[in-house]
């Protein structure tokens, strides 16, 4: 499941085969942004947010043009422009060789990405971003936006501190959690106004180091809990965004979450089966005996 860490992960992979490259394909497969063609633009860099990936361009240089036109040799007609994606439940990027195959589909015969075992099926494809060495191939994104650099707030301005990011403050994070006491810690960890990275499997593995159900009032934990739980999750996190996801340290199959996905097998601490329960109907995992607090 995509998560922060997830996020980070995929947006070093995108940098590192567009970025400072320019763009020999674009095809977004989106009715709003069809007729988008990102062609001839430099991709400058590829920002994680959160759960959000911001894919930055620079537009082409426009030709030199005949004196009295009106326009300057080398000036640039089209503003900086940011592809806004989401992964929510299942979406992914993948990263593909360019061939040297001429495709049709193509508003100009250049060099595209047409590979013999694509990793998923070509009706689930909503981006593509070739350059002359690879491509980029969104599957299944459920959010797909081009916007002006300069408008990037509308998409992300909303966020809460970003635990990978360098806006980064954990006694931030804490209060923003803080403001609804009444809201479950499970709903408040999910909500991306307050902190933003955090997915179901983080939810239920901060829940449990909390050693506090989901369904807790956040007013209800002690002074000290909500800024060592903002701690953690960043710590957790950035230990995660270079390997698979790990909140146990143990390497041992089947070991490595404390209690997402582990319904009706041993507590690793206690040994008391997992229970499961929807929470705003994902499904939430707890130890009965780890972890106090109301339940369903």
């Known amino acids: 499941m995509p998560e922060g860490d997830t996020v980070y992960r ?3 992979r995108l ?4 970025a400072g490259k320019q763009l020999t394909r674009s095809d977004l497969r989106v009715p709003r942004f069809a007729t988008a063609d990102l062609t001839g633009f430099t991709t400058l860099e590829v920002v994680p947010r959160g759960k959000h ?3 930055r361009f620079g537009p082409p240089t426009a030709p030199a043009t005949e004196p009295g036109t009106g326009t300057a040799p080398g000036a640039t007609p089209h503003p900086r422009l940011t592809l806004h994606t989401h992964l929510r439940m299942d979406g992914t990027w993948r990263i593909l060789p360019t061939t040297d195959t001429t495709s049709t589909t193509t508003r100009t015969r250049t060099r595209t990405a047409t590979p013999p075992h694509p990793p998923g099926p070509a009706h689930e ?10 491509t980029a191939v969104g599957y299944r994104l459920p959010v797909v936006e081009l916007l002006r650099t300069a408008d990037e707030h509308r998409a992300v301005g909303h966020l809460g501190p970003d635990l990978l990011g360098p806006d980064w403050d954990e006694a931030t994070a804490a ?3 803080l403001a609804a006491p009444a809201r479950p810690l499970g709903e408040a960890l999910l909500d991306q106004r307050n902190l933003a990275g955090i997915g179901n499997v983080y939810k239920a593995e901060l829940c449990f180091l909390a050693q506090v159900t989901p369904w807790t009032p956040v007013g209800d934990l002690p002074p000290s809990t909500l800024p060592r739980l903002a701690a953690a999750a960043h710590r ?3 230990a995660n965004k270079a390997r698979r996801r790990n909140t146990t340290g143990s390497r041992r199959p089947g070991q490595t979450l404390f209690v997402y996905g ?6 690793l601490r206690c040994g008391t089966p997992v229970r499961e329960a929807p929470q705003d109907d994902r499904p939430t995992y ?3 005996r780890c972890q106090s607090g109301p339940t369903p």
């Open 262 to 267: 582990r319904a009706h097998r041993p507590c």
């Open 53 to 55: 990936l911001l894919i």
């Open 286 to 288: 707890w130890c009965p």
């Open 15 to 18: 940098r590192e085969a567009l």
């Open 236 to 238: 957790l996190l950035d």
């Open 125 to 134: 494809i909503r981006v593509i971003l070739a350059t002359a060495d690879h």
């Open 10 to 12: 995929t947006a070093a």
């Open 175 to 177: 209060a923003n959690l």
